[in-house]
Nanobody
């Protein structure tokens, strides 16, 4: 079993920055891709960014490309999401997740087995 705990959310003005962190405990996650998803009120959970087990490969949703950066520190079992130039449409609960398989990059929530409780990000205009 893996437990995930997100932190770093909050209220920020448009154009501002936040850095989310997700710490894993229990079974090691260093061999698995990890991702961030988000869910706004009344909307489905959507993919934001994913990082390979080594940190060498990343992929982003078009809506955040060039503004968000995902990274990981396997020694700390932590994955980060640096969010810059935030927009009101980025407002959502952000979740980190651990993929079901060891290799590759995955973009669907169905391909992830473990999820955190989420952290709220609110961007005011």
């Amino acid at each position: 079993q893996v437990q995930l705990e997100e932190s770093g959310g909050g209220l920020v003005q448009a154009g501002g920055s936040l850095r989310l962190a997700c710490v894993a405990s229990g079974r090691t996650t260093s061999s698995y891709p990890m991702a961030w998803f988000r869910q706004a009120p009344g909307q489905e959970r959507e993919f934001v960014a994913v990082v390979s087990w080594s940190g060498e490969m990343t992929s982003y949703a078009d809506s955040v490309k060039g503004r968000f950066t995902i990274s990981r520190d396997n020694a700390k079992q932590t994955v980060y999401l640096q969010m810059n130039s935030l927009k009101p449409e980025d407002t959502a609960v952000y979740y980190c997740a651990v993929a079901r398989w060891l290799h590759g990059l995955y973009f669907s929530a169905e391909e992830y087995d473990y999820w955190g409780q989420g952290t709220q990000v609110t961007v005011s205009s």
